[in-house]
């Protein structure tokens, strides 16, 4: 069983930063993409950046020249280095991982953006 342990959200004002971490309680090169997610009360949960086992990395497109995801593989962690933060940005992030058999999550950690 892997376990995702999400991290680094909270309050923080329009124009601000955070950075998420994602720890895996294995190594991250067992999984063939690792990703972001975010939901809001109400709406479907969505994908903001992905990183695959190469290394290549996707983003949507609202997120895009302020956002990136990394990941160090020594530490089997996963980041999301969020810059330029927007009201909009408020919700709930997730930490996804997949194999070729299966999906995991995290349990969420709150990013809330308001002055």
């Known amino acids: 069983q892997v376990q995702l342990v999400e991290s680094g959200g909270g309050l923080v004002q329009p124009g601000g930063s955070l950075r998420l971490s994602c720890a895996a309680s294995?190594?991250?090169?067992?999984?063939?993409?690792m990703g972001w997610y975010r939901q809001a009360p109400g709406k479907q949960r969505e994908l903001v950046a992905s990183?695959?086992?190469?290394?290549?990395?996707n983003y949507v497109d609202s997120v895009k020249g302020r956002f990136t995801i990394s990941r160090d593989n020594a530490k089997n962690t996963v980041y999301l280095q969020m810059n330029s933060l927007k009201p909009d940005d408020t919700d709930v992030y997730y930490c996804?991982?997949?194999?070729?058999?299966?999906?995991?999550w995290g349990q969420g950690t709150q990013v809330t953006v308001s002055s």
């Open positions: 294995k190594s991250v090169l067992i999984f063939t993409t």
């Open positions: 990183i695959t086992r190469d290394g290549r990395t």
């Open positions: 996804n991982a997949q194999t070729v058999v299966t999906a995991y």
